[in-house]
């Protein structure tokens, strides 16, 4: 039945909690990072290396692969864990916040029925509803399923995002009708801004639905503050039931998830690891890094001393820099790796700090070495 | 001392060899394929990887490498195998040939003491003589430097080859007394076009220098007809000894190494698997494909059905071409790995047929099922 969420254990000073997902491909515990492989493919990675880093779900969107190459070929080529040859869970967004973000504005037409918007490939008309978008997501046969949500950009006044949540709630209700793949969960997005009366509305009348998880959306659009996100996940939480998973969508900086955790979040996704990553920017302790910088030029230590993953193990920042200032793939293939363990393992970190309720001293520890990014 | 060459069998019916090849890391056996790491990194895949294809050397380019990260960089690392992490015998070429075929006709001056070029890079003025490739190679710490050689392209004329095959030769002779490095091997560089009496007189005089093994070049040029390189490589081969290894340069197409090894040629070198890799196309058994062709769009059997790369054990056509369509970094990587499995099992299977004195029976059976590659 797609996912089953267990509570483990509450930690004692904050609303962090340790559990655990059962899911079609194994049992994983959470808090969890997942890495996203937007066009069914964790961008450079093969599904053995991210199971090396001891990942669990990954993240694939459904507004690339509905685009290319189509559901349907996915679905004959047996679903997407046969597709792209990964035998772990795989959880698709609703194609929403891609409609919203990739669509300029002027090319999307938002009706009561679905949006209404244009190809970021070739400009074609196509037209979302929320039981196309849980169709396609049956045929993509990924694990969990995701609710087709409006996601109103960061400016939206009060009164709009009033409506949006009504009609959030409303594509809810319609996607989980059509939904129809009894090996997949299908969550609930909780939307309302920075604003703590619609956040409960929504957390409220979701939860109603009685979905098999939870989202926190509308936390990753331009512009957001780091203030109204927490505010949002804060104004969301006391709402959603202790039994079922809660996510937050699109979040994926270090600082974010500590305190994501702290406030009560189970799963975490961002397209960041890998994206630095191709820029030649890696995450470390002491914060950010880039390898553009000429300090890195002869030096012959690796990225991270105490770190296990692959690249750390084997190659120096010398040889990192040299990769990424000859633009080679390897340097973005090993920055993926090692960006992604961090994330992993600091979510490994977190659940260890739970079982021991030392979270806030671990967050403490984590902020003294750690700067913030330098843009 | 570099290398040492053993000739293990000679095949009855050609000139084709079986030998093996003993280095400063392993001994491995000939005719054999070398995949080409430019930049200290044969692109997108990782050094076990390369490993587990059954490779023998690997190939890095003096003349990128002198330019990022510079050979002083590589030096204090403890030298190429340790800043790539590679522990497999590496050969480095000699510069020569980037020179004359990045640098513009009007941008570089040929005079004795070596070529004055401009950078592809940022333009600036570059000097490269037979010393400063042998230092640079002495630096890099290849297991096999070659000598620093013209290359004259293919149109010219045959008093500018009769010149340039001296000047080779005495630049030879120059780098030999400049080379350094015990641990390295030194290769001397035949030239000469098609010009029987020209590659005649440049093997044996080549030959005189005593060097650790000897190239074939000027077969690589743009513009090179294949009965033009197959004469080259056939006025060679009889003035070259029987106890060094001979390496036919820049030459990778199944037909051409099939050819070159029924001509006596026991190493090859080629940047066209990784190459077309990146361009979405693939060797097989039937002759090279191209994934942008839309019939693979709903083809679920894996790119080559006999073949054991982790390409073709693990994914289907159908994916394959979805990786390319989107340009994912994921796409170059497969291919890359099945295009360089594809040679080395070719060299395998050529060994096998050598050892057997099949080798026309072998090139019979594949030319009958291999198709010209479509343009």
Excluded at 215 to 244: C, F, H, Q, R, T
Aim: neutral net charge; contains cysteine.
């Amino acid at each position: 039945m797609g996912i089953q969420y267990k509570l483990l254990q509450k930690e004692k000073n904050t609303n962090a909690r340790l559990g655990e997902i059962h899911t079609n491909y194994g049992t994983y515990e959470t808090p969890m990072f997942m890495p996203v492989g937007t066009q069914a493919t964790v961008k450079s990675l093969t599904p053995e290396e991210i199971k090396s880093m001891n990942c669990g779900i990954i993240l694939a969107n459904t507004y690339h692969l509905w685009l290319r190459p189509g559901p349907t070929v996915i679905e004959k080529a047996g679903g997407l864990h046969a597709f792209m040859h990964y035998d772990g869970p795989i959880l698709t967004d609703s194609g929403g916040f891609q409609v919203f973000s990739l669509a300029k504005k002027k090319e999307k037409d938002i009706v009561e029925e679905g949006v209404h918007f244009k190809s970021h490939i070739d400009g074609r008309d196509l037209f979302l509803t929320p039981e196309k978008s849980i169709q396609i997501q049956n045929q993509l046969d990924s694990d969990i399923a995701m609710s087709f949500d409006e996601c109103p950009p960061a400016s939206a006044s009060y009164e709009y995002l009033k409506q949006s949540v009504e009609r959030t709630l409303r594509w809810a209700a319609r996607g989980k009708k059509a939904h129809q793949n009894p090996r997949q969960a299908l969550f609930g997005i909780v939307q309302g801004g920075a604003y703590e009366d619609l956040r409960k509305y929504s957390a409220i009348e979701t939860v109603k639905m009685n979905f098999d998880g939870y989202s926190i959306g509308g936390v990753a659009n331009d512009g957001e503050s780091k203030e109204d996100m927490y505010k949002a996940i804060a104004y969301s939480i006391p709402y959603l039931p202790e039994d079922k998973v809660r996510y937050l969508m699109g979040i994926g900086d270090p600082l974010d998830i500590i305190e994501g955790v702290i406030l009560g979040v189970d799963i975490f996704d961002c397209v960041l690891p890998t994206r630095i990553a191709r820029h030649g920017q890696a995450f470390t302790r002491d914060g950010k890094i880039n390898f553009h910088n000429a300090k890195y030029k002869e030096d012959f230590t690796p990225l991270e001393e105490d770190c296990d993953c692959y690249t750390c193990q084997n190659y120096t920042k010398a040889y990192l820099r040299h990769l990424v200032m000859t633009g080679e793939m390897l340097g973005s293939r090993l920055l993926s790796i090692h960006n992604i363990r961090f994330l992993v393992k600091l979510t490994e970190e977190l659940r260890e700090a739970i079982r021991k309720n030392q979270l806030l001293a671990y967050k403490e520890q984590f902020l003294a070495r750690y700067q913030m990014p330098k843009k």
